[in-house]
């Protein structure tokens, strides 16, 4: 059977300019379509509207043109396509694998008798749910909807193994880990989680390549285009910036934006990052010796 053209994606939020982390996600995953003769998609993730940046999305196209990643057209923004994911919400509701919560943050913490066992650098992750709603909202209003993670004798559908293409093979139990987890936020956004699938699945994407902070999102998102009869993306998790502490560089912990300036000098930084030693005195040069060397590491021999 014949493989599916290569469509891969960037998809930042537009809640600041791109900084050293976010370009090395962005040139990762430009090498990985390029280096597969694929399409390369922009994806703008501004469903959380009380932190994005007025402007900050056309700043990130211009910031990636100056570095000469230059997407496949359209440019999609998921504020515009909360049709597709309230359709999907719909139907794991008709399944009966979703359902109203009327948990706050702080009833959570309180009924945790567990610490949450994952770092901060795992974004998305969120405390174990402890099924404090599954059997009803006791007269309390919804302020969520959750996924019903159902476990199943010897494992079933909430173990999920998949196979990373940096971190090798990967296995984690979503009823244990994670529990019943968000897919519309109390505040009417759409979570991540279920927002990420159902753009990949529309966009046609087959290959995921992103910074591996969202390693841990993984198994949730199999789950999730598991019950919506979608296909799972191959997956490459690539490695972080970090600050001088060791934790993850990001804009919540004081990243600055990138000094594009000089270009060259910030992709041959990500290149470090990503093992790729390129050299080259222009951009485009640059670019080009640095695909050659992703080519030749990653891309099979026919």
Known sequence: MSRKPYVGRFAPSPTGLLHAGSLVAALASWLDARAHDGTWLLRIEDLDTQRNVDGAAEAIIAQLERCGLSPDPPVVRQSERTALYEAALQRLLALGRAFPCACSRRDLALAATTPDPRSDDNAGAERVYPGTCRAGLGGRPARATRLLVEPSPGGGEAIV??????LGAQRQDVARAVGDFVLKRADGAFAYQLAVVVDDAAQGVTDVVRGEDLADSTARQIVLQRLLGVPTPRYLHAPLVRAADGS????????????????LAALRAAGAVLGVAANGDRVAAWLEAALEIWRARVVPRA
Not at 161 to 166: F, G, L, V
Not at 248 to 263: H, N, Y
């Open 161 to 166: 193994e998949w196979h990373d293409r940096h």
């Open 248 to 263: 993850k560089l990001s804009k919540q912990t004081g990243a600055v934006p990138l000094d594009l300036a000089e270009p």
